[in-house]
């Protein structure tokens, strides 16, 4: 099963670190962590949050970093309480500056879990090819992930 609290999440980020870019947000910036995670066949996993929340339809699983807990730890919690889905880190996508926060966000891939185990947060989890990414994710502080990933799949 999955971690139940942050320490169980901060172990199993422990086993499979990956290497990333130091990270500092802004003075007055919450530290937050996202995931993208990336299905063998390209496409990537999605979150409509429930009733909009935050002015998005549909977004990447990401959550604030919690006291004592490590930014992969906190992705990792994140794609499981957001999408239901157990992932490992692949790497470091891109820091994106929001209004409140500075989010890392790491690419992933699904070891198991299953969408119906989302949490509250999500109305639902949809598989979405990248190319329908930029229709979907409508919320201007996506764009940015959105084009880091259409970079690396032109890579």
Known sequence: GAPMDNAGWEQLAAQSLIDEPPFAPPPGKKAAAGVVVVERDGRVWVVAPSNAFGNY????????????????????????????????????????????????????????????DMGWESQCVMLTPVSELAALLTNKNDAPIIQAIKALASQ
């Open 57 to 116: 339809p549909a977004t990447f699983p990401k959550g604030t970093r919690d006291a004592g807990m490590s930014l992969q730890g906190t992705a990792l919690r994140e794609a499981f309480e957001e999408a239901g889905l157990r992932v490992e880190l692949t790497g470091f996508l891109v820091d994106v500056a929001r209004s409140t926060s500075h989010t890392r966000y790491y690419l992933a891939r699904r070891l198991s879990g299953n969408p119906a």
